[in-house]
DNA sequence: TCTGGGGTCCTAGGACCC
DNA sequence: TCTGGGGTCCTAGGACCC
């Protein structure tokens, strides 16, 4: 998907189609997770630190995210993927490998020779991207080739809004003249790493050989990387796995120096992570405390128990003891609690398992209750930039920004033009949170 | 300008075992 | 007396991806 936060936020959002449009996190410390096309004309990019961002791009819409509504419309497309074969491995929200010779046009492809093999491909890319669009109103890329690698370099040829079809046989003359840096698996480190060696374009990395990269970069980083530099790849596709780990962290507004506040924080971190362990139905067996100092360096400590558990307290209580060993001197910047080694909970009996599937589907709720006792007092609303939310006058809108006691909001939906903007009370009793709208006008639906 | 949050995989040393 | 070889598990750190 092409920008997908932002552009599920440009199409929720009538009033911030065509303008720039920055999701992320809002606090002195928050990174871009997505910036529109319109914003990235100014420089913003993922990752970036949301102060450059502003002083970037000041006039952009500045929203933290929305994942209730990131993951429906991701449903959406991963339902359409599906459709087109059972193999279907998503990477995150809004991207994913499909094997199509293993769905239904798969026979027609292994007997198409390659024209006709091309035609075939490319007519269910650009079907798919046609579904897509009609469904979400959103638009995504297709990269098409005979391997996930050159799949993966296509589909950024193809962004945005196209498709790229790599025909087999092309790879390396695809490949060859590309910087490093554009295999999937060659970051900063190893970029550096290898320019210090004067290998800075894939054919260079080709002509290096095997031996070479494996001096360079170690086993395993070194023979995939060479594999890759050839333009083989045979790894498959493989359906959704299930998670090795779980974790939940937090970087504090301000370092926290207070050893008794380091250790609530990581209790309370500890108990979040139980939460969402025991909403996937696992249990764990190693408790790995995450510590990032004020000069930001990050030391992980970790415990591994005689067997899996997703006992509260028995993980709060190891985190606990993990954090009364580090040294916090100068303050820390970051905590996170990290369950790893699962498994999956078989003594339980079917009744058991069907109360807490229950209870999964309220973990979200649960989690945002949780937050709200930890300051019973301060009991303000707190509205986000992007909220979702309903007037009981005004019907539904968002958030745009609050402050001083109050709250902006502009009502508008998906379906509508560019709406109004109107100022409330932070406690006006009229405004309520409220769910995330589908992009596509429900069927049957009138009103608007 | 000052660096999120959720993950995966790899490496390396030491303990331990046969 | 002067110290094998191989395997697994645990811990810590680091690179990378979205």
Request: net charge negative; glycine share 10%.
């Amino acid at each position: 998907m092409d920008a997908f936060f932002a552009a599920v936020e440009q199409a929720a959002k009538p009033s911030l189609r065509g303008k720039p449009v920055i999701v992320g996190g809002l606090g002195g410390r928050g990174v871009v997770s997505t910036a529109s096309y319109e914003a990235r004309r100014f420089g913003v990019h993922s990752a970036m630190p949301m102060a450059q961002a502003r002083r970037l791009c000041p006039n952009a819409a500045f929203l933290s995210g929305r994942f209730e509504a990131y993951r429906q419309n991701s449903e959406i497309v991963m339902g359409l993927l599906r459709q087109l074969s059972p193999l279907v491995q998503p990477l995150s929200l809004d991207e994913a490998f499909v094997d199509l010779e293993a769905g239904p046009y798969g026979p027609a492809l292994a007997e198409a020779d390659h024209a006709t093999g091309e035609r075939l491909v490319t007519a269910l890319g650009e079907d798919l991207r046609a579904d897509i669009e009609r469904r979400t109103g959103l638009t995504g890329s297709v990269g098409a080739a005979g391997s996930k690698l050159m799949a993966k370099i296509a589909s950024e040829r193809a962004k945005p809004d196209g498709l790229v079809l790599i025909e087999p046989g092309q790879e390396r003359a695809v490949l060859g003249p590309m910087p490093v840096r554009a295999l999937p698996g060659i970051g900063p480190a190893t970029e550096q790493v290898l320019r210090r060696a004067g290998l800075n374009t894939v054919a260079e990395l080709a002509e290096a050989g095997e031996a070479e990269l494996v001096q360079l970069l170690g086993r395993a980083h070194g023979a995939g990387i060479f594999q890759m530099s050839i333009g083989l790849d045979d790894r498959p596709v493989v359906p959704d796995q299930d998670a090795k780990s779980v974790s939940v962290e937090d970087t504090f507004e301000v370092d926290l120096a207070d050893r008794d506040r380091v250790l609530r924080e990581v209790e309370a971190l500890a108990a979040r992570c139980v939460r969402r362990l025991r909403a996937a139905g696992r249990s764990g067996r190693t408790v790995v405390l995450k510590v990032r100092r004020f000069d930001f360096s990050t030391l992980t400590r970790s415990e591994t128990l005689r067997g899996p558990t997703d006992d509260e307290t028995v993980i709060v209580g190891t985190a606990r003891r993990l954090a009364e060993q580090v040294d916090i001197t100068g303050g820390v910047r970051l905590l996170g609690v990290g369950v790893a080694q699962l498994a999956d909970y078989t003594q339980e009996d079917l009744f058991a398992q069907a109360l807490r599937e229950e209870a999964a589907e309220h973990a979200e709720e649960a989690e945002a209750e949780a937050v709200e006792e930890e300051a019973p007092e301060a009991a303000v609303r707190r509205w986000h930039p992007g909220q979702d939310v309903e007037h009981a006058e005004f019907g539904p809108g968002w958030v745009q920004g609050s402050g001083v006691g109050r709250v902006t909001v502009r009502f508008e939906t998906p379906w509508s033009g560019p709406g109004r903007v109107r100022t409330f009370a932070v406690d006006d009793p009229a405004l309520e949170p409220s769910r995330a709208l589908p992009l596509r006008r429900p069927e049957g639906s009138s009103d608007g």
